[in-house]
Nanobody, 122 residues
Framework: QVQLVESGGGLVQPGGSLRLSCVVS????????IGWFRQAPGKEREGVSY????????QYLRSVKGRFTISRDMVKNTVYLQMKNLQPEDTAVYYC???????????????WGQGTQVTVSA
């Protein structure tokens, strides 16, 4: 059974940093894709970043490029999202998800975590 558990969210001031973790069980981190998504109140869920588990390729949403970094630890079966210079518009529930296609389209992912809240406010 595939399970994904996110952690690391919280309240941070503008310009601050957070690192989100996604612990994956039931799925080896050597094939497929792990993506990070976010959903703000009243908005659709959007893809933030993904990492291709076979080759390590990554992609980012344009608005987070240069501020967010996705990485993986195959020993810990964990995918991270390091977020720097956070802004109020980054406020959302952040989810990690597992899929087979390298895309930022949420509908392509089959297994989802429960989400972690990130709030950026002064």
């Amino acid at each position: 059974q595939v399970q994904l558990v996110e952690s690391g969210g919280g309240l941070v001031q503008p310009g601050g940093s957070l690192r989100l973790s996604c612990v994956v069980s039931g799925l080896p981190l050597d094939d497929g894709v792990i993506g990070w998504f976010r959903q703000a109140p009243g908005k659709e869920r959007e893809g933030v970043s993904y990492i291709s588990l076979y080759g390590g390729g990554t992609q980012y949403l344009r608005s987070v490029k240069g501020r967010f970094t996705i990485s993986r630890d195959m020993v810990k079966n964990t995918v991270y999202l390091q977020m720097k210079n956070l802004q109020p518009e980054d406020t959302a529930v952040y989810y990690c998800a597992a899929g087979l296609i390298s895309t930022l389209v949420p509908q392509s992912y089959t297994h989802w975590g429960q989400g972690t809240q990130v709030t950026v406010s002064a």
